[in-house]
């Protein structure tokens, strides 16, 4: 039986409990239990927090997990990422008063707040910067404010509720993170994780595509398919009409209002838009 650690709070919780659902472990949807068998799947789902997840994984306790890339990285865990998920985007930044600090290299010296106290060590090490790593549980924003740091290194979304605290970004992001799933370190992948992952993978791509089916005037098809090559080659079907024919392409999401009005430009007609909710590629 495969065992799946799931974050149980915070911002990938519900994400992942929906990517999950969209695979099909129908079971995974509970936000209270702290475990649940899904027998149809042949899966065991372990609900924790998201910090603890990768040193589950990386210990071999557990199978496979979903976390964020910034919590794997943090814990120095033995475990690998294997696919990003496209959900809880964020950055690792550093911020502190405008006054004090106008780039990295002012750091030097200062003592740093984080509760991500292993991306911000590697950080500093890599840069050759000498600085006090401040280790704190939590949000960090009002630590210099509270005098126990001169400035911080914390997940953001938008810098909002640091400009709250008074704050500045400084420099680049040290790290941009999503969800991921994590395995553990040279573990060789087996049957029941290839499906796993598959099956996460055919939503991905669910969500990413739209299928567009149109009728055309059979001497311009070759213009169309141009406008939508599909993901291999689309699908060209006959019509009772034999001027006309049928096109059926998946055509990526963001992109779909604009190749509609190229193709109704085209000539093209009976333009219809059809999610999809899951495939194998």
Not at 165 to 176: K, M, N, Q, R, T
Request: charged share 25%; glycine share 8%; hydrophobic share 45%.
């Amino acid at each position: 039986m495969l065992r799946v650690a799931v974050p149980n709070k915070g911002q990938l919780a519900e994400p992942s409990r929906e990517i999950l659902r969209e695979a099909g472990y129908s079971r995974a949807s509970t936000a209270r239990d702290l475990v649940v068998l899904d027998p149809d799947n042949d899966v065991e789902f372990f609900f924790l927090r998201p910090k603890d997840i990768a040193t589950y994984v990386g210990s071999g306790t557990l199978d496979i997990g979903i976390t964020g890339r910034d919590m794997l990285l943090d814990s120095g865990a033995d475990a690998d990422e294997m696919v990003a998920l496209g959900f809880g985007e964020s950055t690792f930044r550093l911020a502190a008063p405008s006054a004090a600090v106008r780039t990295v290299r002012d750091l030097a010296g200062l003592r740093i707040a984080t509760s991500y106290p292993g991306i911000l060590e590697d950080f500093l090490r890599r840069e050759a910067i000498d600085a006090r790593v401040v280790r704190l549980e939590g949000a960090v924003e009002n630590a210099v404010r509270l005098g126990v740091a001169d400035a911080v290194a914390d997940v953001v979304a938008t810098g909002t509720t640091m400009r709250q605290a008074g704050l500045e970004i400084v420099g680049d992001p040290i790290l941009v993170s999503e969800a991921i799933v994590v395995r553990r370190r040279g573990v060789t992948t087996d049957a029941a994780v290839d499906t796993f992952i598959r099956r996460l993978q055919g939503v991905l791509v669910a969500r990413t595509y739209v299928l567009v089916d149109y009728d055309i005037l059979a001497d311009t098809v070759d213009r169309a398919v141009s406008i939508t090559p599909g993901f291999e080659s689309p699908t060209i079907s006959s019509l009772h009409d034999p001027a006309w024919v049928a096109v059926r392409a998946m055509v990526p999401r963001r992109d779909v209002h604009r190749a509609m009005d190229d193709l109704y430009e085209l000539g093209a007609r009976g333009i219809l838009v059809t999610d999809i909710h899951a495939c194998r590629l």
